[in-house]
T-cell receptor, first 115, second 109 residues
Framework: DAGVTQSPTHLIKTRGQQVTLRCSPK?????VSWYQQALGQGPQFIFQ???????QRGNFPDRFSGHQFPNYSSELNVNALLLGDSALYLC??????????????FGSGTRLTVV | AQRVTQPEKLLSVFKGAPVELKCNYS??????LFWYVQYSRQRLQLLLR??SRESIKGFTADLNKGETSFHLKKPFAQEEDSAMYYC???????????FGRGTSLIVHP
């Protein structure tokens, strides 16, 4: 089992551009959550997708959007990139919206640099 | 609102010394607490959960509701314990864990 896979691993974009990050959840998981981790900070919740719908959202602007596909994989889209969007973006998968006590399984992340 | 505070950014100890990584939380209900660990060049992974009262790799953590704390402890630190440790809180309603900013543990030989 490859666990949670994210692509790409690194990305450099220019201010104002748009970016799409991808995530494949762990086999058997049906829920995908996205986190932003700035340098020296803990992961900050962006949103969670379950049954192809956004179920919960953190305190992030509408420039951040996402999608979940029927195979449970997910995309995170960020429009009109700002320098402050530079961070490590983590994808975490879980079962049944994470209601269980097993916690999340995290991917290695995508390092986004906005210049 | 729920919040997790890890007051120490860095904790440096020598091998064999006791370790305590502090975590305080604010939440009015009954939270679930977790510790996650990230070793160098590895992904974030779950270390332990308060509800299972388990000991993983010699680490334990007890939920103290009176002090709203969930400190992670190990009696004798090992060099391989060097990593970033994140405390996380999950409320019964949202199932979304809130993370602290993390504590970097360095264990010197």
């Amino acid at each position: 089992d490859a666990g949670v896979t994210q692509s790409p691993t690194h990305l450099i974009k220019t201010r104002g551009q748009q970016v799409t990050l991808r995530c494949s959840p762990k086999s058997g998981h049906d829920t995908v959550s996205w986190y932003q981790q700035a340098l020296g900070q803990g992961p900050q919740f962006i949103f969670q997708y379950y049954e192809e719908e956004e179920r919960q959202r953190g305190n992030f602007p509408d420039r951040f959007s996402g999608h979940q596909f029927p195979n449970y994989s997910s995309e995170l889209n960020v429009n009109a990139l700002l320098l402050g969007d530079s961070a490590l973006y983590l994808c975490a998968s879980s079962l049944d919206r994470g209601r269980g006590s097993l916690g999340y399984t995290f991917g290695s992340g995508t390092r986004l640099t906005v210049v | 609102a729920q919040r997790v505070t890890q007051p120490e950014k860095l904790l440096s100890v020598f091998k064999g010394a006791p370790v305590e990584l502090k975590c305080n939380y604010s939440y009015s209900g009954s939270p679930e607490l977790f510790w996650y660990v990230q070793y160098s060049r590895q992904r974030l992974q779950l270390l332990l959960r308060h509800i299972s009262r388990e000991s993983i790799k010699g680490f334990t953590a007890d939920l103290n509701k009176g002090e709203t704390s969930f400190h992670l402890k190990k009696p004798f630190a090992q060099e391989e314990d060097s990593a970033m440790y994140y405390c996380a809180l999950r409320s019964g309603g949202s199932y979304i864990p809130t993370f602290g900013r993390g504590t970097s543990l360095i264990v010197h030989p």
